[in-house]
């Protein structure tokens, strides 16, 4: 069974611009998390979906960022304009019920 | 709110030396715990898990007890080895139906030398 996938592993944007971030979970898990780890500090949750619609998205840390699950399948998490204060890893997990499986995260870089 | 505390890095041991990293929580209710490990290049992992008070989590010779009394879920091996360098992170899950976000502690960078 494949586990959760997210593209890109790295991206590299300047301040400004956008980037989508794409996390596949497992297959049948109806609950997708997004968290971020932030210079080295904790990871953070940002937020929770069951299947397409948002259970809890209190750790979203302002409007610039913007995720959707469209179809209840794959999610993406979009930064609009990104900031410096953005990189960091975003991770992205899956659950069918209790433990959540992380994907390999995406390292994002704002110039 | 819940909150963990983890044992501050980075850590290097000799191989086979004892290991601990401490971990306590603030959480309301019952909560599970949880160790993640990220090895080099790598996602989370989940190491061990203890959904309930004096639970044993334990899996590739590491332990973990959840104590309810010192609210603590510290980790423990008893011969590290070079591949268990890696980056622990305790983590916690509220027992409130709906709320299943994790919390975690910063992390320990765990290096071990041969």
């Known amino acids: 069974e494949a586990g959760v996938t997210q593209f890109p592993s790295h991206s590299v944007i300047e301040k400004g611009q956008t980037v989508t971030l794409r996390c596949d979970p497992i297959?049948?898990?109806?609950?997708l998390y997004w968290y971020r780890r932030v210079m080295g500090k904790e990871i953070k949750f940002l937020l929770h979906?069951?299947?397409?619609?948002?259970?809890?998205e209190s750790g979203m840390p302002n409007n610039r960022f913007l995720a959707e699950r469209t179809g209840g399948t794959y999610s993406t998490l979009k930064v609009q304009p990104a900031e410096l204060e953005d990189s960091g890893v975003y991770f992205c997990?899956?659950?069918?019920?209790?433990?959540?499986?992380f994907g390999p995260g995406t390292r994002l870089t704002v110039l | 709110g819940n909150s963990v505390t983890q044992m501050e890095g980075p850590v290097t041991l000799s191989e086979e030396a004892f290991l601990t990293i401490n971990c306590t929580y603030t959480a309301t209710g019952y909560p599970s715990l949880f160790w993640y490990v990220q090895y080099p290049g790598e996602g989370l992992q989940l190491l061990l898990k203890a959904t309930k008070a004096d639970d044993k989590g334990s899996n590739k010779g590491f332990e973990a007890t959840y104590r309810k009394e010192t609210t603590s879920f510290h980790l423990e091996k008893g011969s590290v080895q070079v591949s268990d360098s890696a980056v622990y992170f305790c983590a916690l899950r509220g027992s409130n139906f709906g709320n299943e976000k994790l919390t975690f502690g910063t992390g320990t960078r765990l290096t071990i030398i041969p």
């Open positions: 297959s049948g898990h109806d609950n």
């Open positions: 979906f069951v299947k397409e619609s948002k259970q809890d």
């Open positions: 997990a899956s659950s069918h019920s209790g433990t959540q499986y």
